[in-house]
């Protein structure tokens, strides 16, 4: 396996790294980011027949586009067919944020585990096989822990997990645990778990894969891939995303320049980031027209995207700026009332996921996205990843948009008026 010799670039000073430096930031602080490969994609036709063949990475909607990954050997390569997730083209939801069409959503909560962590978790975890490592870990809000778990557990390796204890949702907690991974609840936020574990991995043999580790990056830029092929590569006006710790925000920049670079897209789509209100450093630092972003306590209930000091955020600064985008910032009610919308259309997402919806309804409100355009939105994890928030948001005796289940003596008259009652409704 010695011919995986990908370069790292520090993203700040320029300087070069071997695929295995000793942590993942530079000594001037700076992040890397993996230097390209001279490849090409194969044409449009090309990409879309490796979907039929029986080989798993044609398979994979990471792996398909394989030739703007990093080349690794094939026997280090773990895969759960990840990616080729659907594209829903919903009218109700376009109409419930204002468009005059249909709004596209690409859900990525159809992925393996359940959240687009798994399009970056294949790339790192078989990273870490290619460099003989014997252990991964992670700090986690609870999806890239949910991936990890399942990737390590599938490639012979140990995983541990930082977690904020007590802020991780229960369906991601649960994966965790099932798929072996050690779980270390750490009595702190998703950031004191971030800086603890890069500070502890370190010194020890063990493989730090979350997304400041730039191969993560590079698995997560098939997202926008597959969505423009999805769309026949002709480009949105805007892609509209949830940001957390950003590293998604960077993926979509980078995949978007690159597929103009090759000529797969005529013109960039704009980055629109949403942040949940209490949780938004990276907005805050736009709003006020600062340079440097800001670090805070951070307090919402998505989860996912509940964090005060993104590692990525000048990665996806250039992102937004490269787009000519924005970035913006809703309340919990806010995701709380899109997430009804989304779940009701029957599509459903976790609450982080429906941030974006919120976010596109508020800049379209607000004029900043005109009625007239053409938008895909990013849901990011399955409706399942959170079932607390939504049975408590579904509960007997809350307000309008609740859907709360009904008691009905066992009794078939008394049902039968019920559903009657229901059907006059
Ligand atoms: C990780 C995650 C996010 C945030 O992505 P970043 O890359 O950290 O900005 C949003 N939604 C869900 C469901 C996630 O799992
Ligand atoms: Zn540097």
């Not at 930082?162 to 802020?167: S, V, W």
């Not at 603890?196 to 698995?219: H, K, M, Q, T, W």
């Not at 597929?259 to 005529?266: E, F, K, Q, S, V």
């Not at 913006?328 to 009610?333: C, F, H, T, Y």
């Amino acid at each position: 396996m010695s011919r995986f010799a990908p370069e790292l670039a520090c993203t700040a000073c320029g300087g070069r790294q071997g695929a295995d430096p000793p942590g993942f930031r530079c000594a001037c602080g700076g992040l890397y980011e993996v230097v390209p490969r001279d490849a090409k994609l194969p044409p449009p036709a090309a990409l879309a027949a490796r979907r039929a063949s029986p080989d798993p990475l044609d398979r994979s909607g990471v792996w398909r586009f394989r030739e703007v990954l990093p080349d690794l050997p094939r026997p280090a390569i773990v895969t759960r067919g990840e990616g080729g997730t659907g594209l829903y083209r919903s009218e109700v939801l376009g109409r419930w944020c204002g468009l005059a069409g249909v709004l596209d959503l690409k859900h990525e909560g159809e992925n393996p585990t359940g959240s687009f962590k798994d399009r970056g978790m294949t790339v790192a975890v078989s990273v870490a096989r290619a460099l003989g490592r014997r252990a991964v870990a992670c700090a986690s809000t609870g999806n890239t822990s949910a991936s990890m778990a399942s990737y390590a557990a599938l490639g012979g390796l140990k995983a541990f997990v930082f977690l904020p204890a007590g802020k991780a949702a229960g369906g991601k907690l649960a994966q965790t645990l099932a798929y072996g991974a050690r779980t270390l609840e750490i009595e702190g936020s998703f950031d004191d778990a971030m800086a603890r574990v890069e500070e502890v991995c370190r010194d020890r043999a063990v493989y730090l894969v979350n997304s400041i580790n730039p191969f993560r990056i590079e698995g997560q830029k098939t997202i926008v891939l597959e969505l423009l092929e999805d769309l026949g590569w002709d480009p949105p006006d805007w892609i509209v995303l949830p940001g957390g710790n950003l590293g998604n925000t960077a993926a979509f920049g980078r995949a978007l320049e690159e597929a103009l670079a090759l000529g797969l897209i005529p013109r960039l789509p704009r980055l629109a980031v949403v942040q949940a209100q209490g949780a938004s450093p990276f907005h805050r630092m736009f709003a006020s027209g600062a340079r440097e972003l800001v670090p805070l306590a951070p307090e919402t209930l998505a989860t996912a995207i509940r964090i005060g000091n993104p590692v990525s955020w000048r990665k996806a600064r250039r992102a937004v700026e490269a787009t000519g985008g924005l970035v913006e910032a809703v309340s919990d009610a806010e995701i709380l009332a899109a997430k009804a919308a989304v779940d009701a259309a029957g599509i459903g997402a976790e609450p982080a996921s429906c941030a974006a919806v919120a976010g596109l309804r508020k800049l379209v409100a607000a004029g900043k996205v005109a009625p007239g355009a053409r938008v895909a939105a990013v849901l990011t994890g399955h409706l399942l990843k959170d079932p607390e928030t939504t049975t408590a948001y579904h509960a007997p005796g809350r307000g309008a948009g609740a859907n709360p289940p009904r008691r009905v003596a066992n009794d078939p008259e008394a049902i039968g008026r019920t559903l009657d009652e229901e059907l006059a409704g």
